[in-house]
């Protein structure tokens, strides 16, 4: 992309100069176009915020309800003897299967849709980015602990989620207990806590002071290098994030939430000391890294960079999903040896650990906090010893989770006091005209100026 863009301007510039001295009224009628575009440009950046295209929150919502379905699909699929290569795949095809079924006419002018992040399927002790070529696969067990982690995107607009399962488990016959019960359910209460403190005003550090409180009672630990991103069109890693833990060489600056900001919020704790290091396994996945570029020598390289800027020019991709698997693992070296591609390397706690996970997004409102995909838990198949006695974190975890009611009244109970209900709104793909009436309304509000997707300065188990 950089280097076809130096390339345009180039040619660009030396057109100019030829036609200057025969037509300079063509000359500066083709620089008041320039400026025309870019002055459209800017105001389409402009736009692409809630307060001024409230149709942005439907693709949103859109892309969420596509990562739950396929969530619930993949699933379905980890039973004991599933291969996981197997899953992945199916799960990435899924996704690629329910986008083309959205905003398929040619007046949503949605341009391209399609995988955010690719199927991974991370079992016990293993982190995260676990999307294995066939042929280093594995298959799974029963009592296996396993994180699936997806994500899709519509026109840019990103929705992730993940959720943590236990191979086998019933409620009446095989409850989960022990170390695994408990990472599970520190993980899903932190979880919790993250998305009733994910609100206008509220910093980043309360969110990672609560992760560290609940994760105390359970007595384990917030795995270090887990970022919760806030995420913009074609920027799955924004700038603003919460940390999972904050140490001696790991922090973020603080700052304030802010409406019309959407967050992916990522739980990641384990029962070891959260320290994962890299593991002996093929990394897999991958993201193009837009600041560099260079010009690849050999030819199964250019073929793979080709496929890779033609269908993740932005999102994060695993290679296991390449039908040419030659050009891939060749393109996939020479590629790293000059920096274009950013790594989602394959980390692990100790074996005998075990790691949960759980992910969703959410959108800061005007009218309170829309947690877009919340995946169903059943806390009846975990059984524990521990209980929370934490005042503090009770009242959190009681707090209602979801949007407040309308405020001008209109939906306010008509008679004495009924207790509020702690459910999360169903998103819709296609936003009420009321909501987007009041969506418009309510937003009086600048929004920051769009950030280039970069490394933030903490090396992140997820960049």
């Known amino acids: 992309v950089s280097t076809q863009s130096t390339w345009g301007y180039q040619i660009f510039t030396g057109i100019s100069w030829q036609m200057e001295p025969i037509d300079k009224k063509k000359s500066k009628k083709k620089e008041k176009e320039?400026?025309?575009?870019?002055?459209?440009?800017?105001?389409?950046?402009?736009?692409?915020s809630f307060e001024k295209n409230p149709a942005i929150l439907d693709k949103y919502r859109s892309a969420a309800i596509i990562t739950s379905d396929v969530l619930k699909f993949v699933i379905g699929l980890c039973i004991p003897g599933a291969d996981i290569w197997e899953v992945c795949q199916k799960g990435d095809k899924k996704i690629e299967e329910e986008v083309g079924k959205v905003y398929t006419s040619k007046k949503s002018k949605v341009k391209e849709k399609g995988i955010a992040f690719p199927t991974c399927i991370?079992?016990?002790?293993?982190?995260?980015?676990?999307?294995?070529?066939?042929?280093?696969?594995?298959?799974?067990?029963?009592g296996d602990l396993v994180k699936i982690d997806l994500g899709c995107h519509i026109d840019g607009?990103?929705?992730?989620?993940?959720?943590?399962?236990?191979?086998?488990?019933?409620?009446?016959?095989?409850?989960?207990?022990?170390?695994?019960?408990?990472?599970?359910?520190?993980?899903?209460?932190c979880y919790e806590a993250?998305?009733?403190?994910?609100?206008?005003?509220?910093?980043?550090?309360?969110i990672t002071k609560m992760i560290?409180?609940?994760?105390?009672?359970?007595?384990?630990?917030?795995?270090?290098?887990v970022l919760s991103h806030r995420v913009k069109k074609h920027m799955i890693d924004g700038d603003d994030v919460i940390i999972n833990k904050t140490t001696t060489d790991q922090k973020v600056e603080e700052h304030k939430f802010e409406k019309f900001e959407v967050y992916v919020i990522d739980i990641i704790l384990s029962t070891g000391e959260g320290k994962p290091k890299d593991t002996e396994q093929r990394t897999?996945?991958?993201?193009?890294?837009?600041?560099?570029?260079?010009?690849?020598?050999?030819?199964?390289?250019?073929?793979?960079?080709?496929?890779?800027?033609?269908?993740?020019?932005?999102?994060?991709?695993?290679?296991?999903?390449?039908?040419?698997?030659?050009?891939?693992?060749?393109?996939?070296?020479?590629?790293?040896?000059?920096?274009?591609?950013?790594?989602?390397?394959?980390?692990?706690?100790?074996?005998?650990?075990?790691?949960?996970?759980?992910?969703?997004?959410?959108?800061?409102?005007?009218?309170?906090?829309?947690?877009?995909?919340?995946?169903?838990?059943?806390?009846?198949?975990?059984?524990?010893?521990?209980?929370?006695?934490?005042?503090?974190?009770?009242?959190?975890?009681?707090a209602p989770l979801g949007r407040k009611k309308d405020q001008k009244g209109k939906d306010k109970p008509k008679t004495g006091k009924q207790e509020q209900k702690t459910e999360i709104p169903v998103p819709k793909v296609e936003a009420k005209a009321e909501e987007k009436k009041d969506?418009?309304?309510?937003?009086?509000?600048?929004?920051?100026?769009?950030?280039?997707?970069?490394?933030?300065?903490?090396?992140?188990?997820y960049v």
């Open 34 to 48: 320039e400026e025309e575009e870019e002055g459209s440009e800017e105001e389409e950046e402009e736009e692409e």
């Open 122 to 142: 991370n079992v016990n002790e293993v982190c995260g980015h676990f999307s294995p070529l066939k042929d280093e696969s594995r298959k799974l067990v029963e």
């Open 157 to 189: 607009f990103i929705a992730q989620i993940a959720h943590t399962i236990v191979i086998g488990a019933d409620k009446a016959a095989k409850k989960v207990t022990a170390k695994k019960a408990e990472v599970v359910l520190a993980a899903r209460n």
């Open 194 to 206: 993250a998305l009733r403190l994910l609100k206008e005003g509220n910093l980043n550090t309360q």
């Open 212 to 225: 560290g409180q609940v994760s105390a009672i359970y007595k384990v630990s917030p795995v270090e290098g």
């Open 284 to 398: 897999t996945v991958y993201k193009r890294a837009l600041e560099t570029s260079y010009s690849l020598k050999l030819k199964h390289s250019r073929s793979f960079f080709h496929t890779v800027n033609l269908k993740y020019p932005t999102m994060p991709f695993s290679i296991a999903s390449f039908e040419d698997g030659t050009s891939a693992r060749v393109g996939v070296a020479e590629c790293i040896n000059h920096d274009l591609l950013h790594i989602y390397p394959i980390l692990a706690e100790k074996s005998g650990e075990f790691v949960a996970q759980f992910k969703a997004t959410a959108v800061l409102l005007p009218s309170g906090t829309l947690v877009l995909n919340d995946y169903p838990f059943d806390k009846e198949l975990y059984e524990t010893s521990i209980k929370i006695e934490d005042k503090e974190v009770l009242d959190l975890l009681n």
């Open 439 to 461: 969506v418009a309304k309510e937003a009086k509000v600048e929004t920051k100026p769009q950030q280039n997707s970069t490394n933030h300065p903490i090396k992140p188990l």
